[in-house]
């Protein structure tokens, strides 16, 4: 191996700091998928055990391999193994026996319905940490109520700070759903570094409703505190942030929070000096009360301009806004493109996928990693992983090779 690959092939090692860490996923659609995603990120070695109909987020398009699932499940591999009989039982409690993580997120009593609860699976392998993510808290009342990202918005509060009540349309993505599965990323990290200790594997549980409340401190220690009841423009107000329409149709977010030099050098740039002076907005709490009527009147002020004049305007005088994008817009971005936040992979069956890099860096750098994994793709390749010792015909028994020995079959990276 010449140096230069030794260096990146090194480099690549130090990067994946969760090497070494098998995680078994028995999970569908976002909140287990994501939590094991975030795992994968870091280089733990994911293996994600589908039933033979496979995740149904898989089916959100065509064929089997859809946006939706493309984007929870890179750097995973996939295997299929149906675990309602008695082989597909015995195959996953075999996985377990060399697992570190398993996560799921099933209705509460599934698990355990299917002889495959914490209980058993801890006898299998007292190392073993088991996350299991579910909508409600699971000895609670409501633990068998059905429960998708909307319940955990809606109970959480969250959706009321979104939501204009004199006319309730839901948009935006998926939160509450993503929030528990990086909540159960969270707590399956705690307890693989409290293991180092212990020895021993544990419980973490994660209900999407709690995860989402935790996700907003401020707003129930300004209710807890001050009995403010937050609504969907309470945030906006404090942090005195913006959105307008410019005169080309283009759209400009701006934010001047707390402090006193961005409103006096954004109301300078504006052209707009006497708002200085302006009693209604003179001082942050006045600015904060009329916040409404301050929003109109800009409004009208933004219409004059195109964003771009706006934008030459705002930078020279160092007002912190954006343009505010669209998705393709994010695609072109110069900080985007300068970052590298995609990596380009190609799948042997369906061709070149484009993939979001983990957010995180580790001294500077973080490897490409591989393509999210066809229905069943990697099942043999497992198998034979996780298949158990064999006699010499010395009856010497050899350790059964562990994945880290495995030689992982990876996308050719480009670009």
Same mark, same amino acid.
């Given at each position: 191996m010449?140096?230069?690959?030794?260096a990146?092939?090194l480099?690549?090692?130090?990067d994946r700091?969760l090497?070494g860490?098998?995680v078994?996923e028995l999970g569908s659609?976002?909140t287990?998928p994501y939590?094991s995603?975030?795992l994968?990120?870091?280089?733990?070695?994911?293996i994600?055990v589908?039933?033979p109909t496979?995740?149904?987020f898989?089916?959100?398009g065509?064929g089997?391999y859809?946006?939706n699932f493309?984007?929870y499940?890179?750097n995973k591999r996939?295997?299929?193994v149906?675990?309602k009989?008695?082989?597909?039982?015995?195959?996953?409690?075999?996985?377990v026996?060399?697992a570190d993580?398993?996560?799921?997120?099933?209705?509460?009593?599934?698990m355990?319905?299917?002889k495959?609860?914490?209980?058993?699976?801890?006898k299998?392998?007292?190392r073993l940490i088991?996350c299991?993510?579910?909508?409600f808290?699971?000895g609670g009342?409501?633990?068998q109520?059905?429960a998708?990202?909307m319940?955990?918005?809606?109970?959480?509060?969250?959706?009321?700070l979104f939501?204009?009540p004199?006319?309730?349309v839901?948009?935006?993505?998926t939160?509450?759903?993503?929030?528990?599965?990086?909540?159960?990323?969270y707590?399956?990290l705690?307890?693989?570094?409290?293991r180092q200790?212990?020895?021993?594997?544990?419980?973490v549980?994660v209900?999407?409703?709690?995860?989402?409340m935790?996700?907003?401190p401020?707003v129930?220690a300004?209710f807890t505190?001050?009995?403010?009841v937050?609504?969907s423009?309470?945030r906006?107000?404090?942090s005195?942030?913006?959105a307008?329409v410019?005169?080309?149709?283009?759209m400009?977010?701006?934010q001047?929070?707390?402090l006193e030099k961005f409103?006096?050098?954004?109301s300078t %740039?504006i052209d =707009?000096n006497?708002?200085?002076?302006? &009693? #209604?907005f003179?001082? *942050?709490?006045?600015?904060i009360k009329?916040s409404?009527?301050?929003?109109?009147?800009?409004?009208?002020?933004?219409r004059?301009?195109p964003r771009?004049?706006?934008m030459?305007?705002?930078e020279r005088?160092?007002?912190?806004?954006a343009?505010v994008?669209?998705?393709?817009?994010v695609?072109?971005d110069p900080?985007?493109i300068t970052?590298?936040?995609f990596?380009?992979?190609?799948?042997?069956?369906?061709g070149?996928?484009r993939?979001?890099?983990?957010?995180v860096?580790?001294?500077?750098r973080?490897a490409?990693g591989?393509?999210?994994?066809?229905?069943?793709?990697?099942?043999?390749?497992?198998l034979s992983?996780?298949?158990?010792?064999?006699?010499s %015909?010395?009856? =010497?028994?050899?350790?059964?090779r562990? &994945? #880290?020995?495995?030689? *992982?079959?990876?996308?050719r990276v480009?670009?």
């Amino acid at each position: 191996m010449r140096r230069s690959d030794r260096a990146r092939a090194l480099g690549r090692a130090r990067d994946r700091v969760l090497n070494g860490v098998t995680v078994l996923e028995l999970g569908s659609f976002i909140t287990a998928p994501y939590a094991s995603l975030l795992l994968a990120d870091l280089g733990a070695n994911v293996i994600k055990v589908e039933p033979p109909t496979g995740d149904p987020f898989r089916s959100f398009g065509t064929g089997k391999y859809s946006p939706n699932f493309v984007g929870y499940n890179r750097n995973k591999r996939s295997i299929v193994v149906d675990i309602k009989d008695a082989a597909g039982r015995k195959t996953l409690l075999d996985l377990v026996k060399s697992a570190d993580v398993l996560i799921e997120n099933f209705r509460p009593g599934v698990m355990e319905r299917s002889k495959l609860g914490f209980a058993t699976l801890r006898k299998v392998n007292p190392r073993l940490i088991y996350c299991s993510i579910s909508g409600f808290n699971r000895g609670g009342a409501n633990s068998q109520r059905p429960a998708f990202d909307m319940i955990g918005q809606s109970l959480s509060g969250m959706l009321g700070l979104f939501l204009d009540p004199e006319n309730p349309v839901v948009r935006g993505p998926t939160i509450s759903d993503q929030l528990a599965g990086f909540y159960a990323c969270y707590g399956v990290l705690g307890a693989l570094f409290a293991r180092q200790t212990t020895g021993t594997g544990r419980r973490v549980d994660v209900n999407m409703i709690e995860a989402t409340m935790s996700f907003m401190p401020d707003v129930f220690a300004s209710f807890t505190r001050d009995k403010v009841v937050m609504d969907s423009r309470t945030r906006a107000a404090y942090s005195q942030a913006y959105a307008f329409v410019c005169r080309d149709g283009r759209m400009i977010g701006l934010q001047l929070s707390s402090l006193e030099k961005f409103w006096i050098a954004f109301s300078t %740039a504006i052209d =707009r000096n006497e708002l200085q002076n302006d &009693p #209604r907005f003179s001082s *942050r709490m006045q600015r904060i009360k009329n916040s409404e009527t301050l929003n109109a009147l800009l409004a009208d002020v933004f219409r004059t301009r195109p964003r771009a004049e706006w934008m030459r305007l705002l930078e020279r005088a160092d007002v912190p806004h954006a343009p505010v994008h669209r998705i393709d817009d994010v695609m072109t971005d110069p900080e985007v493109i300068t970052n590298k936040s995609f990596y380009h992979v190609r799948h042997p069956e369906m061709g070149d996928v484009r993939c979001l890099h983990r957010p995180v860096l580790y001294d500077g750098r973080r490897a490409p990693g591989r393509y999210p994994p066809t229905l069943g793709e990697h099942t043999e390749e497992i198998l034979s992983e996780f298949a158990p010792p064999k006699k010499s %015909a010395r009856t =010497r028994v050899r350790s059964p090779r562990s &994945p #880290r020995q495995v030689k *992982r079959r990876t996308g050719r990276v480009r670009g």
